[in-house]
């Protein structure tokens, strides 16, 4: 099988991250962030341009909180514990909130009351004042309404929710704004990951700014982040460079415009350094860089073996792209013994995870997966599993799928035949520039044609 092998330098390309990423930090060491139940917001709702519903992120950085129960609670007096901070959260003392409300969500008491975590976290938001309101107050009185901005970005992530639906991010976004107005860098964060999801940069950029603006080393990871996806390299390589060596994400950033000369001179040496620093700290995105290195022969000498150990080592830390690449390598026999059933299973999990991979990524690795499933030397044909990639690249746009989709349909195989339902995805790849595809497409006009003068049944039997 014939592969353009520029899929090799796109795969792992640095807009696998991005802004969002894997590494979002997460509201506790512990914490679930389980969506509330139906509690009603106590701030304006502001609108957010909404987009699908995304999985939660993994490898998850914690964020700071304050200490955990253990550290405040006797194991077995967990009621005469609740009691105390309940009176201390209604007397003003937000850390005691915060606490009551942790406990609550993470079930500390017996079974998560995550609506009674709601409203006590809210308690102490519903007290927080903007940082411009707090000019000639006490660094205790600005720390204290810290804590209860804290508090407002608890209230939002359990919001959001596990499952970020757009309704979960409209409900969020108030109790991120208010916790950012007041200076929580963690608010600014979460606020410009939601912008982020709807490929707001500017936006995203604003707020992750002032996030590491206030010292908030993740703040400047994805303040990078939002640099690359706007092409601001040079902003891009000073925001990582202020979190690395605290974020090793950042790290792996800075080795990759190191390795491309993007926003700084090109220091091979050094960006393998940083990239194999970042990847022994189990940083997925920059084992699968270093392998692209080793691939492609970019920043250190060509090693398609070693190159196939780093993609093995991010695929198996879920870093999508990387498997990807290991399927390619084992379809085209680079560094590896050519294995196509391997092939077919590493390229089949990239695919599944094609909302995590750039879009010419994602439309090449499921139109692949699609020919496998109808290659025997990938193991025994099935045409079903093929409609499925098929069409899963075809909804990207992918004219090759969209041509073999159509033909499956035109001869029944793995699908119910159907010449009006192969029609249209042969006349969009014909559109797209491809000739066989215009070919197929005029056959069946002749056919529908000559159906409509005829009306047999066999005419019929393929829906003219």
Not at 163 to 180: G, H, K
Not at 367 to 376: I, Q
Not at 405 to 433: D, H, Q, T, W
Request: charged residues 20%; proline residues 6%.
């Amino acid at each position: 099988m014939k592969l353009d092998t520029r899929v090799l330098l796109v795969v792992g390309s640095l807009g696998f991250t991005g802004c969002g990423g894997k590494d979002m930090p997460a509201s506790s060491p512990n914490s679930s962030r389980a969506r509330e139940p139906n509690p009603a917001p106590a701030a304006t709702q502001t609108a957010v341009p909404a987009r699908p519903a995304t999985p939660a992120p993994r490898d998850v950085a914690p964020a700071p909180e304050p200490g955990g129960t253990s550290q405040s609670c006797e194991a077995g007096n967990m009621k005469a514990c609740r009691s105390s901070w309940a009176a201390s959260c209604d007397a003003g003392d937000n850390n005691s909130c915060i606490q009551l409300g942790m406990a609550l969500r993470d079930g500390k008491f017996g079974q998560r009351e995550l609506h009674a975590a709601a409203l006590t976290f809210e308690a102490a938001c519903n007290r927080v004042k903007p940082l411009d309101a707090l000019d000639g107050r006490s660094d205790s009185e600005i720390a204290e309404n810290i804590r209860g901005a804290r508090a407002c970005s608890m209230l939002g992530l359990l919001y959001r929710g596990e499952t970020s639906t757009p309704a979960d991010l409209l409900r969020a976004a108030p109790f991120f704004r208010r916790a950012c107005g007041a200076g929580e860098a963690l608010g600014c964060v979460w606020l410009g990951d939601l912008y982020g999801r709807t490929k707001d940069w500017q936006q995203a950029k604003a707020h992750y700014g002032l996030a590491c603006d206030l010292g908030n080393d993740f703040g400047c990871r994805m303040l990078a982040g939002a640099h690359i996806e706007l092409g601001e390299w040079s902003s891009a390589m000073t925001a990582a460079q202020r979190s690395c060596p605290a974020i090793q994400r950042s790290c792996a950033f800075v080795g990759v415009m190191l390795c491309d000369g993007k926003g700084t001179k090109r220091d091979p040496t050094r960006a393998v350094q940083l990239l194999d620093q970042a990847c022994s700290s189990n940083d997925a995105f920059a084992c699968m860089k270093l392998g692209d290195a080793y691939n492609v022969g970019t920043c250190a000498r060509k090693d398609p073996l070693r190159a196939s150990e780093y993609y093995q080592h991010a695929c198996d830390a879920k870093e999508y792209g990387a498997c990807g690449l290991l399927g390619f390598q084992y379809l085209l026999g680079t560094g590896v013994p050519v294995d196509p059933a391997r092939a077919k299973n590493l390229l089949e999990t990239a695919c599944r995870a094609s909302l995590e991979l750039p879009l010419e990524v994602a439309k090449t690795v499921c139109k692949v997966a699609g020919d496998l499933y109808l290659n025997r030397r990938a193991g025994q044909p099935d045409s079903a599993r093929s409609v499925e990639y098929y069409t899963k690249s075809c909804e990207l746009k992918e004219p090759a799928a969209c041509y073999e989709l159509g033909m499956l349909y035109s001869s029944g195989e793995g699908i119910p035949k159907s010449y009006p339902n192969a029609f249209p995805f042969l006349e969009f790849a014909c559109s797209k520039r491809t000739p066989k595809a215009c070919e197929a497409a005029n056959a069946l006009k002749q056919v529908e044609a000559s159906c409509k003068r005829l009306r047999d049944a066999e005419c019929a039997a393929v829906g003219f």
